[in-house]
């Protein structure tokens, strides 16, 4: 949400975790037009409630029946949207610069769909045999000592969008 109140939202995605830790990211998610508006809708009236400026992160459940429930908010750029980076027209970190600079918002559509898989603890070491696909974005985070569970960098393929 930008200062002036402009609204713009990426798409839907699916996470997957293990062990309690996100393990990947799918963009964009395979839900109905019906839950995207919903999600659009539940974000854009929190936003304005709180009067926030920047990107939210939120975390919802789909119930059967297609309900929506909120699970958790981040209220910065978060790690299940760092598909951002390589497959939307405007990354989650510079349209967040731009609404709390006063800027207008950038364009979030996807140019591509992902799948970011963070790499965890020694998952590390298969960044250059992964960097050899040219479908494949890698991006390390720059951390000495690699821990079991440790968020070390993630990678993204991507594919062309298939709506």
């Known amino acids: 949400r930008g200062a002036d109140g402009a609204f713009a939202a990426y798409d839907l995605v699916e996470n997957r975790h293990e062990d309690g830790v996100l393990r990947e990211t799918t ?6 037009e019906e839950a ?7 974000a854009q009236n929190m936003m304005e409630r709180f009067a ?12 059967e029946g297609g309900a929506l429930l909120v699970n958790e908010i981040a209220p910065r750029v978060h790690n299940t949207g760092h598909w951002t980076m390589d497959a939307t027209a405007c ?5 967040h610069m731009r609404a ?3 800027w207008p918002l950038g364009d979030t559509s996807a140019t591509a769909s992902a799948v970011m898989t963070n790499l965890l603890g020694d998952d ?4 250059l045999e992964m960097s050899k696909s040219p479908d494949v974005r890698i991006h390390l985070y ?16 991507i594919a ?3 709506y």
């Open 27 to 32: 963009a964009p998610a395979t839900v109905s």
């Open 36 to 42: 995207t508006k919903s999600a659009h809708e539940i």
């Open 52 to 63: 926030y400026v920047g990107v939210l992160a939120i975390e919802f459940f789909e119930l």
């Open 91 to 95: 990354d989650q970190f510079e349209l």
């Open 100 to 102: 709390v600079a006063g």
């Open 124 to 127: 590390v070491e298969q960044a």
């Open 142 to 157: 720059g951390k000495r000592e690699a821990r079991p569970g440790r968020k070390m960098g993630h990678v993204t393929r």
């Open 160 to 162: 062309p969008l298939h």
